[in-house]
């Protein structure tokens, strides 16, 4: 039997939008100045090294401080402000991440359901929607297949075209759902796919009512570059000074394509810090780590990262897309987190270690 629901309304499932106080960022104070100039020093080294070409916001018990390095397009040049909208790249993840908690605090899904009963012409049968969360499925990466079976290189995929490819797939390309971590795109473009299944409205549509608004995130948004070319938007993503070009896979959602700046993430923060949207029941098990992904303890939960320093618990993405490089960490045992933005990819990460490090 399959289950298979539609349904055309959605409201926000928290008490309503957060206090407008948390807008105002002159309620907050500075740090102390050897703090703000540790941080304003970290990247200014790494903006004259090249690494860093972006933004950054760093919070920590009502004291904020924020920065611009660098241009938003080189080729004018502008020059970056803070309020500049940056594509997050998988730090998109976690929007879908709390999306799906969302439809499971309202009953509407169970996070072990088959994805099957939500996208029933998906030919595989034995994935459920944890497995996604978690980058158990055992599925191929989307990127890896979609360019030689995509038709037209110059039109934009959707969510339901990865479904079509993947369904093209030998059985050598897949492997056994719940028995091992892979990272894989292609869960979070299905699991985007099945929030507007269920909700009856585009991912984009469903992020902006029930995130975005709700948490005071009033320029943030899923791009469609249908309606508004990516060479129309102001921060544009380079490699080396190369600037990046559109291509189709900027049409699928739920991976990557969420466009936000620090100011509003930080708005998320501290949204998801009360029950403006999650229950705290909810957040637990976003935040409850279901496989271990690296040596040093840190585990993969349900659409963020988690990881324990200096014996804090901390939830994170990073995320990297067609020149843009993200970062988004906040803090569960003490209130602070930090948001940076690239769009310019020279050389290596930046160490996490060390940004946490800039808030002890």
């Known amino acids: 039997m399959i289950f298979y629901l539609v349904l055309t309304a959605f409201t926000a499932p ?7 106080k948390y807008y105002d960022l002159s309620r907050y104070t500075r740090f102390s100045d050897s703090t703000e100039k540790k941080i304003n ?3 200014q080294y790494h903006h004259k090294t090249g690494i860093f070409n972006g933004t950054y916001f760093f919070f920590r018990n009502d004291s904020i401080i924020q920065g611009a390095m660098g241009y ?7 020059t970056l402000i803070n309020d500049d909208l940056f594509q997050l790249a998988s730090v998109s ?5 709390i999306s799906i908690m969302m439809l499971q605090q309202d009953g509407l899904l169970l996070i072990d359901d088959s994805v099957h009963w939500y996208i029933p012409e998906l030919t595989r049968r034995n994935l459920t929607i944890r497995n996604l969360l978690c980058h158990m499925s055992g599925l191929p990466d989307y990127f890896y297949f979609s360019s030689h079976l995509w038709p037209n290189q110059s ?21 056994e759902p719940g028995t091992y971590y892979s990272y894989c795109n ?8 099945v929030v507007e299944r269920l909700s009856g409205i585009d991912f984009r549509q469903y992020a902006r009512k029930n995130i975005f608004e709700p948490s005071g995130m009033k320029y943030s948004h899923i791009c469609n570059h249908d309606s508004v070319p990516l060479f129309n938007y102001p921060v544009q993503g ?9 291509m189709p896979h900027n049409g699928t959602t739920g ?12 708005f998320l923060d501290r949204a998801l810090r009360g029950a403006y949207l999650l229950n705290q029941s909810s957040k637990e098990l976003m935040w409850t780590p279901q496989v271990q992904v690296s040596a040093d303890g840190a585990g993969y939960a349900l659409g963020w990262r988690v990881k324990t320093i200096n014996g804090q618990k901390w939830v994170f993405h990073n995320g990297w897309w067609k020149g843009f490089r993200t970062y988004f960490w906040r803090c569960l045992d003490e209130d602070k987190c930090f948001v940076v933005l690239t769009n310019h990819v020279y050389g290596p990460f930046m160490r996490t270690v060390d940004m946490v490090g800039l808030l002890n």
């Open 186 to 193: 292609t869960n979070y473009a299905l699991l985007a796919y």
């Open 155 to 175: 039109a934009h995929m959707k969510n339901s075209d990865v479904v079509i490819q993947l369904n093209q797939q030998p059985e050598k390309n897949f492997g």
């Open 238 to 246: 380079y490699d080396k000074r190369r600037v990046f070009s559109d």
């Open 41 to 43: 020093a970290f990247f």
């Open 93 to 97: 993840k976690t929007i879908t991440g």
């Open 14 to 20: 928290g008490p309503g939008p957060i206090p407008s």
């Open 255 to 266: 991976d990557k394509g969420v466009y936000s700046n620090g100011v509003e993430m930080f």
């Open 72 to 78: 938003a397009n080189f080729g004018k040049p502008d």
